[in-house]
């Protein structure tokens, strides 16, 4: 079946960084768009970033832009999250999602609920 497992998190200074990993089986991983999102305690959760199947394309939440950057590695199978200049309201869980777009390289998504396959999550803690 198909699994997304998160990791990297972990708690940091305002102004650090982290890198989130994200580890896809059971799927043709070159043949879905992925992405991240996060949810805050007492919060919906949120878009972060996307990325299209060909890798060619990322869109990002305003939030993030410029801090925030998205890639994957078609061979280990991996979608990844470099998180620099971290701020506090980054605090959050962070969650890796995925869906097949079959061979339509081009297409991301920024809701949740157009994704299939979510990780359990993983934990980022910005302190100030």
Do not use: H
């Not at 982290?18 to 991240?36: E, N």
């Not at 980054?90 to 979510?118: H, L, M, Q």
Request: glycine residues 10%; proline residues 2%.
């Amino acid at each position: 079946q198909v699994q997304l497992v998160e990791s990297g998190g972990g708690s940091v200074q305002a102004g650090g960084s982290l890198r989130l990993s994200c580890t896809a089986s059971g799927l043709t991983f070159s043949t879905y768009t992925m992405g991240w999102f996060r949810q805050a305690p007492g919060k919906e959760r949120e878009f972060v970033a996307a990325i299209t199947s060909n890798g060619q394309q990322t869109n990002y939440a305003d939030s993030v832009k410029g801090r925030f950057t998205i890639s994957r590695d078609s061979v280990k199978k991996m979608v990844n999250l470099q998180m620099n200049s971290l701020k506090p309201e980054d605090t959050a869980v962070y969650f890796c999602a995925g869906r097949s777009v079959e061979f339509r390289g081009n297409i991301y998504y920024t809701e949740p609920n157009k994704y299939d396959y979510w990780g359990q999550g993983t934990q980022v803690n910005v302190s100030s």
